[in-house]
């Protein structure tokens, strides 16, 4: 939560050097450190794989200047709300 309080204010000092500022959200993904402290019971299909996270940050990377992706939120298309109870 404290960096998207940090980021309005470092994405308009960047812009005057031209400079673009996203605030990268990515939900769960689905690496060895989730499955090592996750006590919830979440199919798999609700986490993201790493690769998958890789591809939007390379997309806002490429994107075409004129452009300024303010944020960037990615979650599972299974995923509705992280509300999975353990079963």
């Known amino acids: ?4 309080r940090l980021h309005p204010g470092l994405a308009e000092e960047a812009s ?3 400079i673009r500022v996203t605030a990268i959200l990515p939900g769960g993904g689905d690496t060895a450190f989730r499955a090592d402290v ?11 794989k790493p690769e998958h996270i ?9 994107m075409d ?11 599972s ?4 709300d992280f509300s999975v109870k353990p079963a």
């Open 1 to 4: 939560m404290g960096s998207l």
């Open 16 to 18: 005057a050097h031209r």
């Open 38 to 48: 996750s006590t919830r019971q979440a199919p798999r299909q609700l986490f993201l």
């Open 54 to 62: 890789d591809d939007g940050i390379v997309s806002c990377i490429e």
């Open 65 to 75: 200047y004129f452009s300024v992706p303010q944020e960037l939120v990615l979650r």
């Open 77 to 80: 298309f299974d995923d509705s």
